[in-house]
């Protein structure tokens, strides 16, 4: 490696060493007091990090070995923990540990463990292509339908702070195919070209966790038929395998997560039917929230089940309670069973006990196979359920790939992972749109590259 060891020292500061005088006594005979790198070399001396030649002297001018220098970020490495390095050298330092991999691995040091300390920024993401084709019949004398295809890219960030604390972000750009144009379409008729749709805090204390800011709310023990969305709040939990938690927020009235409609992409003649049916018309206001959780999860094999509480405001609700109150109190319970890390049958039944019409909503789903998110080449999955989403048990849900709020049917899909990271998932979806004789078909597939 052709650099001097007055070079390589431009990279040793990294430890921390400073311009200012080091009061102790001079190591090396060929570093005089006046040298410009006296300090500096002093100090590192001091602390371990260089150690010069038997006869007394650093030989600043010679060049080393890349063996060497790993030498010299090894025992920089060991000492940085018990030092008040900054940020910024500790991000040198780090840049070092990376360029000398193989040599610190020959020297016993454990690059797993700096590379964790290295990358404080985690960046993930994705690329997906969605098709939907929706079919609506019985309504008025003919058949309705609507076609979409849309692109989305998706980074999250994920900054770790501390040993407990950390930030994470979703990012979304959106790309219209039919339309040819890029971002969302706001309930105003705006357009956003990039749209922040999660960013909070997670502090994690052994068995004690909290979430603060704007993140994804979806109790999986339920399936999310009752909520599914984002919310703005904060969120504490206890627990391993038995787990509590409390959640109090508010669901925005943005498009794509209010109440009733969020997340389901429906016709105007969607929208229309609701209002006919119930003589009002749905709109998107927020929502303000309660949860309770408690749920237990032995892992990968055997029974697993839970149960919720909402307590849910908002004046849509008017239209299914008795004596026209905006509140909601829903009860929601879920049982499952793990047959093996592939098989897995759940149900789940949530209530809305002031409502006076459809105030129930209830899924079955079975499941095999092993495909999830980061899917390895191979994975797959088939699985096929029947579900009823009532209006006035729902708070927000995201269920409009198969099954919208107010409706009520079964569906099936699949999904493959042809290589590392590509998924492919087709769904179909055969449904009714409740207290009317209007039929919903809805097919739906996706393409998605994870990174």
């Known amino acids: 490696m052709k650099k001097s060891l007055v070079a390589a020292l431009t990279g040793a500061l990294v430890v921390g060493a400073t311009a200012t005088t080091f009061a102790a006594a001079n190591p090396f005979s060929d570093v005089p007091a006046g040298h410009w790198a006296y300090n500096s070399v002093t100090k590192l001396a001091s602390e371990g990090v260089i150690e010069g030649y038997g006869d007394g002297t650093y030989r600043g001018n010679r060049n080393i070995t890349r063996y060497e220098m790993a ?131 997670e502090g994690a204390y052994g068995n004690f966790g ?44 943005n498009s794509d997560e209010a109440h009733f409609l969020g997340g389901n992409k429906a016709t105007d003649v969607y929208a229309d039917l609701i209002a006919g049916a119930y003589g009002a018309s749905i709109n998107t206001d927020k929502t303000d929230i309660l949860a309770l959780n408690i749920r237990y999860n032995p892992g990968d094999h055997g029974l697993y089940g839970g149960a919720s509480y909402y307590h849910a405001k908002d004046k849509d609700f008017i239209l299914f309670n008795r004596n026209d109150k905006d509140k909601a109190n829903i009860w929601a319970v879920g049982l499952g069973y793990k047959f093996n890390d592939k098989l897995d049958l759940h149900g789940s039944y949530a209530r809305n006990s002031k409502a006076e019409f459809q105030k129930d909503s209830w899924a079955i789903d079975l499941r095999y196979g092993n495909y999830g998110d980061y899917a390895e080449k191979g994975d797959w999955a088939v699985w096929a359920g029947f579900a009823k989403f009532g209006l006035g048990a729902d708070i927000a849900t995201d269920q409009g790939d198969d099954v919208a709020t107010g409706e009520r049917g079964w569906h099936i899909g699949a999904a493959y992972a042809p290589f590392k990271n590509v998924g492919l998932q087709i769904r179909y979806a055969n449904n009714k749109i409740m207290d009317t004789q209007v039929k919903d078909r809805h097919f739906w597939g996706r393409a998605e590259f994870f990174f």
């Not at 404080?120 to 098709?131: A, D, F, L, N």
């Not at 704007?214 to 709040?233: A, L």
């Open 210 to 253: 909290v979430k603060l800011g704007r993140f994804g709310y979806c109790p999986s023990i339920e399936d999310g038929i009752v909520m599914d969305t984002v919310v703005s709040g904060v969120e504490l939990k206890y627990g391993n395998k038995w787990q509590g938690s409390i959640m109090a927020g508010r669901v925005g009235k």
């Open 71 to 201: 030498q010299m970020v090894a025992r920089a490495l060991a000492r940085a923990p018990k030092s008040n390095m900054s940020s910024s050298s500790r991000a040198e330092l780090d840049k070092l540990a990376a360029e000398f991999r193989d040599e610190l691995d020959s020297l016993g040091v454990r690059v797993a463990e700096l590379e964790k300390n290295s990358d404080k920024v985690k960046w993930t993401g994705k690329v997906e292509y969605t098709y939907n084709h929706r079919k609506l019949s019985g309504y008025g004398e003919g058949k309705e339908k609507a076609m979409s295809h849309n692109g989305v890219f998706r980074l999250e960030p994920n900054i770790e702070i501390n040993d407990h604390w950390k930030v994470v972000a979703r990012l979304d750009a959106n790309y219209n195919g039919k339309e040819d144009s890029t971002g969302y379409t706001e309930s105003d008729g705006s357009k956003a070209g990039v749209k922040l749709k999660r960013v909070y805090a």
